[in-house]
């Protein structure tokens, strides 16, 4: 526990110390800003809900989480810097648990510097408060699946270039496989049991849970386990190259 | 200290190492020569438990590395090829981190930390963030991380690769200093360096183990070993000739020996041989043979049929 919270802090560390993290924060609030109020009519919907700054977010971490994410293991093979840290005595399962947790804490700093949305819903009227929260701890998870695939996409190469642009595709995967237009698309050739069944591998199908203020068990299960399948993929791609 | 035994890594085809074994005792420097691509980082590799080998067996201490792989990468301190060190800490902040996934924490880490700024000279540039450090300082950077817990086993590659001539005395006689309580395995190609802090070398060539030996005993199979040179006004090869082979070199003859094991006789002989003629010596020498050319001869006939 001790060597993955050194390991967290120093990629943290790293976060914070380099003027990209700070340009990707302004960059994600700036975007959030413009989606919410602007591309999502906040002010049009004249309802006390986040649901317009929410409903952004699945196609707003496709390109985000993948740029925050896709340094983590491509740099560390680029540079070598992966030798001298699975030559100390650091299990591999740690260090890749410490930098996905790194990186994630990161998202979430971005996400917790949104809440003058939420100031501005309860200035305005009187939204449901139990619902926003749901809505940000699924905002949570859904970052959280995005960025274990990119962890896992980082792994396999040194090039930071095609970590992004293979995590991206990945997770549009992960979009599209619920969204309605493709879902609406299936059903005209594919029987309801098909379509359900590709729609449930979906992160939008089990984020629009949490946004309508539901935290089901099966949806925290889900990212759970996305995540946990990622990391794992991430670790057989880590020991692969070491065993040529 | 450390144990290998039968050790093979296949990447794909080739036959990266291919059955080495050897042993390196406390107290013992080993030198681990072979030209590029023989072989030398990826056995190092697989000691230090980065990559693990196709088949064989690695004991250091008392763990073997690929059944407990952390314990024994506790006494091992690493240098690896390169020297990486994550470029945007500085020297403190990178120290501090080893340290403490050394499990070294509070003063304990404070005096490991400052330890090796001293052992290392890194005093000046402490609070430098790694990328704006020149080679020689990152190189020492990585070794200070390597000596930070002070370890009973200590694997450098290419320890003095990119330094200046004065880093790379101050590195040489760091190794030999640390190699009286410690097994120490450094890989080189730079033929001085085995003489100036090894206790024993190995020389490898296309994952083959093709000499092992004290330097003194590598030098010994060299052609030159024995041999006696001499320089004198009056001399020639036919009279020289009566003692072995000579060789005319520009302004002297080489004598070499007919039998090897018959030590400072030659030199005796020649001596003698003046004496006998009345010759006026200007030089000689008797030969310790050259690790130069022993190394070219194991290692240069593989790399040309290739």
Same mark, same amino acid.
């Given at each position: 526990m001790k060597t993955i919270w050194t390991i967290t802090k120093r ?8 003027? =990209? ?37 699945? +196609? ?21 810097t992966i030798e001298l840290l699975l030559t100390l005595p650091v299990a591999p399962w740690q260090a890749i648990v410490a930098k ?29 408060? /139990? ?16 960025? &274990?695939?990119?962890?896992?996409? *980082? ?33 005209? +050739? ?34 759970? *386990? ?12 880590i020991?692969?190259?070491r065993? /040529? | 200290m450390i ?23 406390? /107290?013992?420097?080993? @030198? ?12 190092m590799r697989m000691i230090t438990g980065f990559m693990p080998?196709? *088949?064989?067996?690695i004991t250091v201490g008392t763990h073997d590395v690929l059944e407990s792989p952390i314990e024994a990468k506790r006494l091992i301190g690493y240098l690896p090829?390169?020297?990486?060190s ?6 403190? *902040?990178f120290l501090d981190f080893v340290a403490e996934l050394r499990n070294l924490h509070?003063?304990a880490r404070?005096?490991a ?12 540039? #402490? ?15 990585c070794?200070?991380q390597a000596l930070i817990h002070d370890p009973d086993v200590l694997i ?44 024993? &070398? ?8 093709? &000499? ?33 082979? =000579?060789?005319?070199?520009? /302004? ?20 003698? #041989? ?14 310790? @043979? ?17």
């Open positions: 990629e943290l560390y790293a976060y914070f110390t380099s003027p =990209v993290a700070y340009v990707f924060l302004v960059i994600f609030l700036l975007l959030t800003g413009f989606f919410t109020f602007t591309a999502g009519n906040f002010f049009e919907r004249g309802e006390a809900s986040l649901a317009a700054f929410f409903g952004w977010h699945p +196609w707003l971490y496709l390109v985000l989480v993948p740029a925050v994410g896709m340094r983590v293991w491509a740099e560390e093979r680029r540079s070598g996905f947790l790194a990186s994630w804490i990161f998202l979430a700093v971005a996400l917790l510097l949104t809440f003058p949305a939420v100031i501005t819903v309860n200035i305005l009227g009187e939204p449901d408060n /139990g619902m926003i929260f749901a809505g940000y701890l699924g905002s949570l998870f859904l970052a959280g699946a995005y960025l &274990a695939i990119t962890c896992m996409t *980082s792994a396999m190469t040194r090039n930071q270039v095609v970590a992004f642009i293979l995590s991206v595709v990945i997770c549009l995967f992960f979009i599209l496989a619920g969204f309605n237009p493709v879902t609406d698309l299936m059903t005209r +050739w594919a029987s309801p049991a098909v379509v359900d069944t590709v729609a449930a591998f979906s992160v939008v199908t089990h984020f629009d849970g949490f946004q309508r203020g539901v935290i089901d068990i099966r949806d925290l299960v889900f990212f759970l *386990s996305l995540i946990g399948f990622a990391l794992f993929a991430t670790g057989v791609i020991r692969g190259h065993a /040529g | 144990k290998i035994d039968n050790l093979v890594k296949v990447f794909g085809p080739k036959r990266a190492v291919d059955g080495i074994s050897f042993t390196v005792e406390r /107290g013992e420097v080993l @030198g681990f020569l072979g030209p590029n691509g023989a072989g030398k980082s990826t056995t080998p196709t *088949s064989g067996k090829e390169n020297a990486a994550y470029p945007d800490m500085t020297v403190a *902040s509070g003063g404070k005096k930390v400052n330890r090796v700024i001293d052992l290392c000279f890194l005093q000046s540039v #402490l609070h430098q963030s790694i990328d704006t450090l020149s080679k020689g300082y990152k190189h020492r950077t070794l200070a450098m590659d290419e320890p003095t690769d990119g330094l200046d001539p004065n880093q790379k005395h101050e590195v040489r006689n760091l190794i030999r200093e640390l190699g009286a309580n410690k097994a120490i395995i450094f890989s080189t190609h730079i033929l001085e360096e085995v003489d100036a802090a090894c206790s024993r &070398a190995i020389i490898i060539d296309r994952g083959r183990i093709v &000499a092992n030996g004290t330097p003194e005993e590598l030098r010994g199979m060299s052609e030159l070993a024995g041999a006696v040179t001499l320089q004198a006004r009056g001399a020639t090869k036919e009279r020289l000739e009566t003692l072995g082979r =000579v060789e005319q070199l520009n /302004g002297a003859f080489r004598i070499y020996p007919r039998d090897k094991s018959q030590g400072p006789q030659l030199a005796q002989d020649v001596v003698q #041989l003046v004496n006998q003629y009345g010759w006026t010596v200007e030089g000689m020498y008797s030969e310790r @043979g050259e690790l130069d050319e022993v190394f070219r001869r194991i290692t240069l006939p593989d790399t040309v049929k290739k």
